[in-house]
Nanobody, 124 residues
Framework: QVHVVESGGGLVQAGGSLRLSCAAS????????MGWFRQAPGKEREFVAS????????YYADSVKGRFTISRDNAKNTAWLQMNSLKPEDTAVYYC?????????????????WGQGTQVTVSS
């Protein structure tokens, strides 16, 4: 089973950018669908973006479409979330998750391995 660790969070002004990284252990990273989720205080965890094994298929929440980009490099066992034009409502703890299988799910309950999360704070 793959283990994932996020990094790259921080404090940024509205309109700024951040790039989150998700480093995965194990030799089967290319067999996992990767997803990014976020959870703001007092709210449920929500889907942000997901990417297929090969990176050819990506999905985004409507709230981030056009601003965020998910990508991966299987040779580096790493996935990224590039976040541009950040808004205060993007403030949350961001989680990377891995899902064994080919279905590129947007449902958090279908992901098996989760990181500890990284805080993203966007000031107005």
């Amino acid at each position: 089973q793959v283990h994932v660790v996020e990094s790259g969070g921080g404090l940024v002004q509205a309109g700024g950018s951040l790039r989150l990284s998700c480093a995965a252990s194990g030799r089967t990273f290319s067999s996992y669908v990767m997803g990014w989720f976020r959870q703001a205080p007092g709210k449920e965890r929500e889907f942000v973006a997901s990417i297929s094994w090969t990176g050819t298929s990506t999905y985004y929440a409507d709230s981030v479409k056009g601003r965020f980009t998910i990508s991966r490099d299987n040779a580096k066992n790493t996935a990224w979330l590039q976040m541009n034009s950040l808004k205060p409502e993007d403030t949350a703890v961001y989680y990377c998750a891995a899902r064994r299988g080919s279905y590129v799910s947007t449902a958090p309950e279908q992901y098996h391995s989760w990181g500890q999360g990284t805080q993203v704070t966007v000031s107005s």
